[in-house]
Nanobody
C-alpha cells in the first residue's frame, strides 16, 4: 500500500501563496493519477485539483481556477499544488490522494489512498 505525506501547509495572509507537496512511497507513482482535496471545518471533503498519470490532463474546481496549479514530478514521486491569491475561504485541511487508475478523477470515490493532510489557514 502506498504511503502519501503532504507538506507545505501553514498560515498565510489573504493574497499570499503556498506550495503544497505530496511525496508517495513505492515505485508505481507514475502509473496513477493524483488529486488534491480539502476539508474545511463542518464541511464535506471536496476535490480541488487532479492530474493524470503523466500530467497531460488536469482538473480544477471552479473556485480555484486561475489561482491554483497542480503539477507532478514522477522522477521524484511528488505531486504539487501551487496556491496563489489565497482567500480566507481556502482555509482547510488539504489532502493528497492516489487515483484508482491513470485517470484524474474529480470525485472522492476515484481515489484509494490518502495522506494525513496538511493545514492551510488564510487570515483576513
Amino acid at each position: 500500500q502506498v504511503q502519501l505525506v503532504e507538506s507545505g501547509g501553514g498560515l498565510v495572509q489573504t493574497g499570499g501563496s503556498l506550495r503544497l507537496s505530496c511525496v508517495a512511497s513505492g515505485r508505481t507513482f507514475g502509473s496513477y493519477g493524483m488529486g488534491w482535496f480539502r476539508q474545511a471545518p463542518g464541511k464535506e471533503r471536496e476535490s480541488v485539483a487532479a492530474i493524470s498519470y503523466r500530467g497531460a490532463n488536469t482538473y480544477y474546481t471552479d473556485s480555484v481556477k486561475g489561482r491554483f496549479t497542480i503539477s507532478r514530478d514522477n522522477a521524484k514521486n511528488t505531486v504539487y499544488l501551487q496556491m496563489n491569491s489565497l482567500k480566507p475561504e481556502d482555509t482547510a485541511v488539504y489532502y493528497c490522494a492516489r487515483s484508482r487508475t491513470t485517470v484524474a478523477y474529480t470525485t472522492l470515490s476515484g481515489y484509494n489512498d490518502w495522506g494525513p493532510g496538511t493545514q492551510v489557514t488564510v487570515s483576513s
